[in-house]
């Protein structure tokens, strides 16, 4: 059975950058950007730690599609988008549970 997956999209504390990754392990991923895993990585080198949105799928498959479609979209899109759930453009890792 296919694990089930999650797209996101982190900010920099200026939200002035926008990163999407997928995962199928949302919680554990965001304390890996936090704690700079990999530090040659893009959200290393712009301090993107606060998840500002995220999907559900019940698929890493569907997950994966999903992410591709929103990498195409222009920035204006992805804003309205985040929008939509988090006006305020708050953190969301704080509502995630372990």
Partial sequence: MERGGC???LTNFNNTVL???VT???YSRI???REKK???SFTSKYNCNKLIYY???STI???IGREKQLKNWRREWKIKLI???NQNWDDLFLSLED
């Fill in 7 to 9: 797209i996101y999209i």
């Fill in 19 to 21: 990163y999407i990754g």
């Fill in 24 to 26: 199928s392990d949302l």
């Fill in 31 to 33: 304390i890996e950007h």
């Fill in 38 to 40: 990999y530090p040659q």
């Fill in 55 to 57: 999907e559900q799928f």
């Fill in 61 to 63: 498959t569907e997950a």
């Fill in 83 to 85: 929008q939509t759930q």
